[in-house]
Every structure is written in C-alpha cells, then in structure tokens.
C-alpha cells in the first residue's frame, strides 16, 4: 500500500468501533441494495467503498460478481476476509483510504457506500468525489445511502441534504434518482431515515 493508501488518523475511531459492534454493523446487507441488486443494477467489477464488514460487496459476490471491498478499518477488513471464507465467497478486501481510491490503479464499473459518504466533511466530499471519478468507468454507476436530513434528532453522523447532494454531482455526473430509503441499524431494529443515490459517471477527469 502506498502512503496516499494508507488510513489517516482520523479514521482510527471507526477502528476502535469494531472492537465491539457498531450500530451501522447488521451482519447482511442492507435492503437498499439487495433492491438493485435483485433488479441487476450492480453490474460489472465492483467496488464497495466503505465497506465495514464486507456486506454489500459479498452480496455482489454471491451473484458471481467480481467484488472488492475497501475500508480503513484492519479490524473491519479482518471480519470481512473472515465471512467470505466462511460463505465460501469470492471477494477482495483491502485496507484502504476511501480519499486515495486512484492510488489503486484499477477501475470499476460499480461503486456502492453504505454510510461513508455521510462522514465527510464539505473538503472530504470533494476529495471523495474526485477519488470516485478516479476509479469509476465512463457510464458506471454510484449508488450512495446515507443519513438524511429527514431523520429527527442529532445523534449519529451529518445529516445530508438532497440539495447538498445535488450539489457534490453536479458535474461529472448525472443524477439518476434521489430516493427516500430506509438505513437499518442493530439498534433495537431501528431505521435511520436515509437517501439512496443513483448518480451514472458520464465523462473521464
């Protein structure tokens, strides 16, 4: 892993979070996702960027899809390696930085984030965007769930706004839907309010 790969020390919390069980941690994928999954959205190579414990990108791999998973966690990468082996699935996991996705050298048809995209700052997003543009083919597809403004309360990451949204896209990019969608936790079985991006890449950087 080069430098620009390894995860900053700000990330080192969300490591610590897998030495127990983080709320957003459900053990299967989220809902969201098996949708576009069972429609044949996800397609092609796969990333999944963000990706905790593996699920999303496992899910992908269960449909013979070539799936890597990437994360700063090494804990959340290690339980990741783990259940693919014990669902005899096929998938990649590295520990990475989701802002130095260029730094793998590789390209993806599809990327997916459950939860990542929410943890950034205005600067981070940027960076982020531009990490994704970075690693996503020409007409791949993006599709993002995230908290969102809807739901109540101040616990939990940033709340995203569909304008803001809007905005992080605007060029590059075009927005295929912004939808309201449900983001489980194990806690208690709660569902966070949440957006579920589709955002189609439509021109090299």
Known sequence: MSDAGR???????????????PPWDIGRPQAAFVRLSDAGSIAG??????????????LAAGTGLDA????????????????????????RFVVWDALALGELGEQFDTVLDCGLFHVFDDDDRARYVAALEAVLVPGGRYFMLCFSDREPGDWGPRRVREQE???AFRVGWTIEAIEPAALDTNLDD?????WLLSALRVRAS
């Open 190 to 194: 709660h569902a966070v309010d949440g």
């Open 7 to 21: 995860p900053g020390r700000a990330f080192e919390d969300f490591d610590a979070a897998y030495e127990g069980r």
């Open 165 to 167: 949204l809007l905005d």
């Open 45 to 58: 190579r796969v990333l999944d960027s963000g990706c905790g414990t593996g699920e999303q990108a496992l």
């Open 68 to 91: 890597t998973g990437i994360d700063s966690s090494p804990r959340a990468i290690a339980s990741a390696v783990r259940k693919a082996t014990e669902r005899n699935l096929r998938a």
